[in-house]
């Protein structure tokens, strides 16, 4: 529920603000408007976006209220979670250059279809892993007010980080789609702060939330199954 007891609704203008937020960076490096691949990743983090929240306040206000606020974070984690942004919004003006101003990367199409349907995969991720996990909140943080419990059902039968295994196919997929090798370069440097969050994560949870011990014996990857 919202501060004044009402359940929250999707907010249009803070995906709209994105959109033409994110647009913005993307068409100004590249120097045009003329780039399908940027208008099809826009579509797909916009669509995407409203369709997982019009989920949540259907089906699990409470999550969704969460999500929209980050109380109660640790100092650690308010670091990575700063970080991260800043690094995207450095990333999608490096593949503009990269792939029309200066069209200095050759990515094949069939490459971009790929990238595509990464970031549409990742939607599904979030979803199963929204379905299956109401603590799911932006920070990582104990819900004792909610009755923090650790979830082990869904996604989280296979890694332990379900969401952050979404990003990492988002972080593969943008560049693909964008059709930039120098953004596929940079994806090493994020998927190690996902790995770093992922591991301060367990370290906090293991520590404070009953259960999760156990699980991590039972599930040993983190992000990729049979890989990490």
Same mark, same amino acid.
């Given at each position: 529920?919202?501060?004044?007891?009402?359940?929250?609704?999707?907010?249009?203008?803070?995906?709209?603000?994105?959109?033409?937020?994110?647009?913005?960076?993307?068409?100004? %490096? %590249?120097?045009?408007?003329?780039?399908?691949?940027?208008?099809?990743?826009?579509?797909?983090?916009?669509?995407?976006?409203?369709?997982?929240?019009?989920?949540?306040?259907?089906?699990?206000?409470?999550?969704?209220?969460?999500?929209?606020?980050?109380?109660?974070?640790?100092?650690?984690?308010?670091?990575?979670?700063?970080? =991260?942004?800043?690094?995207?919004?450095?990333?999608?003006?490096?593949?503009?250059?990269?792939?029309?101003?200066?069209?200095?990367?050759?990515?094949?199409?069939?490459?971009?279809?790929?990238?595509?349907? =990464?970031?549409?995969?990742?939607?599904?991720?979030?979803?199963?892993?929204?379905?299956?996990?109401?603590?799911?909140?932006?920070?990582?943080?104990?819900?004792?007010?909610?009755?923090?419990?650790?979830?082990?059902?869904?996604?989280?039968?296979?890694?332990?980080?379900?969401?952050?295994?979404?990003?990492?196919?988002?972080?593969?997929?943008?560049?693909?789609?964008?059709?930039?090798?120098?953004?596929?370069?940079?994806?090493?440097? =994020? %998927?190690?702060?996902? $790995?770093?969050?992922?591991?301060?994560?367990?370290?906090?949870?293991?520590?404070?939330?009953? $259960?999760?011990?156990?699980?991590?014996?039972?599930?040993?990857?983190?992000?990729?199954? =049979?890989?990490?």
């Amino acid at each position: 529920m919202n501060e004044n007891g009402s359940p929250p609704r999707i907010n249009l203008r803070r995906a709209a603000f994105t959109c033409v937020g994110l647009g913005t960076f993307l068409f100004l %490096a %590249a120097g045009t408007l003329r780039w399908a691949g940027a208008w099809t990743f826009l579509l797909e983090i916009t669509i995407g976006g409203l369709i997982t929240e019009a989920w949540l306040a259907r089906h699990d206000p409470g999550l969704l209220a969460e999500r929209r606020t980050a109380r109660d974070q640790a100092g650690w984690d308010r670091v990575i979670t700063t970080i =991260m942004p800043l690094l995207w919004l450095t990333w999608l003006p490096l593949m503009a250059l990269d792939a029309v101003r200066y069209q200095t990367s050759l990515v094949p199409f069939w490459l971009q279809y790929v990238g595509a349907a =990464m970031i549409a995969a990742s939607f599904y991720i979030v979803y199963r892993t929204y379905r299956e996990n109401s603590y799911a909140a932006p920070v990582v943080k104990i819900q004792r007010e909610r009755g923090h419990a650790a979830v082990t059902t869904g996604p989280y039968a296979y890694v332990r980080h379900p969401i952050y295994a979404s990003g990492l196919l988002t972080y593969v997929g943008t560049p693909l789609l964008l059709g930039s090798w120098y953004g596929l370069a940079i994806v090493p440097v =994020m %998927a190690a702060l996902l $790995g770093l969050r992922s591991l301060m994560e367990e370290r906090m949870l293991t520590a404070e939330l009953d $259960g999760y011990a156990e699980y991590l014996a039972r599930v040993r990857y983190r992000l990729v199954p =049979m890989v990490w």
